[in-house]
């Protein structure tokens, strides 16, 4: 069966909470710490509701099995989950504004298989299709190769504090 999407559900939050720890876990050992991936699950990494809600998460599925997921966003957050914000954000004007990419996670047992691209073009072209014509994102370490590969350039490190203490490296990324 081949690898299907499909926007996200209410009822995949919990599943894919869980295939994002275990894709944090397994995919990002030789970019940060193991207390910086704990602390990037517990308050930046998990589904962004609002994504959910307008329609731009999507699933990833081979052979009925989530195997990744990703969205795009027409408001203003860059990266993160519900837990990393307070607020709806505000909608974005795709006449001047960059479409966000948003939350990419794959299965290690999935990844370099052509998922998390097959995710990215089915979210570009949906932002086209809503008038955008830039993307931007904020990449994890172990997602710039990707995202470099598929024409993004970086703009900004930036060096994110999280309550706990730690820091995780996130790149700045824009695609014209």
Same mark, same amino acid.
């Given at each position: 069966?081949?690898?299907?999407?499909?926007?996200?559900?209410?009822?995949?939050?919990?599943?894919?909470?869980?295939?994002?720890?275990?894709?944090?876990?397994?995919?990002?050992?030789?970019?940060?710490?193991?207390?910086?991936?704990?602390?990037?699950?517990?308050?930046?990494?998990? *589904?962004?509701?609002?994504?959910?809600?307008?329609?731009?998460?999507?699933?990833?599925?081979? %052979?009925?099995?989530?195997?990744?997921?990703?969205?795009?966003?027409?408001?203003?957050?860059?990266?993160?989950?519900?837990?990393?914000? %307070?607020?709806?954000d505000p909608l974005l004007?795709?006449?001047?504004?960059?479409?966000?990419?948003?939350?990419?996670? *794959?299965?290690?047992?999935?990844?370099?298989?052509?998922?998390?691209?097959?995710?990215?073009? *089915?979210?570009?072209?949906?932002?086209?299709?809503?008038?955008?014509?830039?993307?931007?994102?904020?990449?994890?370490?172990?997602?710039?190769?990707?995202?470099?590969?598929?024409?993004?350039?970086?703009?900004?490190?930036?060096?994110?504090?999280?309550?706990?203490?730690?820091?995780?490296?996130? *790149?700045?990324?824009?695609?014209?």
């Open positions: 069966m081949p690898l299907t999407t499909r926007p996200a559900t209410f009822g995949d939050i919990p599943l894919l909470n869980q295939m994002i720890a275990v894709s944090v876990r397994g995919l990002s050992t030789a970019w940060y710490t193991p207390a910086q991936i704990e602390s990037s699950i517990k308050y930046i990494f998990g *589904v962004d509701t609002q994504l959910v809600t307008d329609g731009t998460y999507y699933v990833a599925e081979l %052979d009925g099995k989530m195997v990744g997921c990703g969205g795009w966003s027409k408001r203003n957050t860059l990266y993160g989950g519900d837990q990393h914000k %307070d607020i709806e004007d795709p006449a001047t504004d960059a479409a966000r990419i948003r939350a990419f996670f *794959v299965h290690p047992d999935h990844a370099r298989q052509g998922i998390g691209t097959h995710i990215i073009n *089915v979210c570009e072209e949906a932002a086209k299709s809503n008038g955008f014509s830039t993307f931007q994102l904020g990449a994890t370490l172990p997602g710039v190769p990707l995202y470099s590969a598929m024409g993004y350039q970086a703009v900004e490190r930036i060096d994110q504090p999280l309550p706990d203490g730690e820091i995780l490296g996130i *790149v700045k990324m824009k695609k014209q």
